[in-house]
């Protein structure tokens, strides 16, 4: 079965910090897969989304970067974290069709706290 | 339909009562719609789904109204239960991106359940 993991949950970092927050999916080949960010009390913004090992393309302007290393691993990284970039990231992946229900599936997120 | 810079909305209601959820989209080009529910610290997941050529779709106690005359969707709760609260998002998918995949998502609004 398909599944996505998320790490870590929790996150608390320095202002100025670099960040690292890893993705990884089992059970599918060649899966688009996306970064959203959620601020507290509000909706999901998308950040970046990749159909393919390195490819990246990035919705935003932000203190943010995404890479693709290998097929099924997706990381959002910062060199320097600012108080801003504090929320819920949440990755997705997409499968190749069909796809039922859009073919959408969450991880459980990271809470990062800039501090 | 974007989130960001809004703060979310409350619908309060009684247990056994139906609860009806709005969503404004912003793109008359989008072409599919789906609802998620999201509870607290946990990923979206997906409720139900409606192609921009029909007005109504039902699941098992949930009901999705589109009204692409106002750029209005409408998620309809029947007999609503304390595992209800969450908080919804509607999401579009614009014409022309089935491939990359990517949700525009709207504002969200929390539904509390009062027993």
């Known amino acids: 079965s398909q599944t996505i993991h998320q790490w870590p949950a929790t996150l608390v970092q320095p202002v100025g910090s670099p960040l690292s927050l890893e993705c990884t999916v089992e059970?599918?080949?060649?899966?688009?897969l996306y970064w959203y960010r959620q601020a507290a009390g509000r909706g999901l913004q998308l950040l970046f989304y990749?159909?393919?090992?390195?490819?990246i393309s990035s919705e935003v302007p932000q203190n943010l970067s995404a890479s693709r290393p290998q097929d099924r691993q997706f990381i959002l990284s910062s060199k320097k974290l600012l108080l801003s970039d504090s929320g819920f990231y949440l990755c997705?992946?997409?499968?190749?069709?069909?796809?039922?229900?859009?073919?959408?599936?969450f991880g459980s997120g990271t809470r990062l706290t800039v501090v | 339909g974007e989130s960001v810079g809004l703060h979310l909305p409350t619908l309060s209601v009684q247990e056994g009562d139906n609860s009806i959820i709005n969503c404004a989209y912003s793109?008359?080009?989008?072409?599919?719609f789906i609802w998620y529910k999201q509870e607290s610290g946990k990923g979206p997941q997906f409720i139900i789904d409606?192609?921009?050529?029909?007005d109504k779709r039902q699941g098992q106690r949930v009901t999705v109204l589109l009204n692409k005359t106002v750029k209005h969707l409408s998620l309809q709760i029947a007999a609503t239960q304390p595992g209800d609260s969450a908080v919804y998002f509607c999401?579009?998918?614009?014409?022309?991106?089935?491939?990359?995949?990517?949700?525009?998502f709207g504002q969200g609004t929390t539904l509390q359940v009062k027993p």
């Open positions: 409606i192609r921009s050529n029909m």
């Open positions: 793109n008359s080009a989008s072409d599919y």
């Open positions: 997705a992946w997409r499968g190749p069709p069909p796809r039922p229900n859009y073919g959408y599936t």
């Open positions: 990749s159909v393919g090992i390195g490819q």
């Open positions: 999401a579009e998918v614009l014409h022309g991106s089935s491939n990359t995949g990517k949700l525009i």
């Open positions: 059970g599918t080949s060649n899966p688009n």
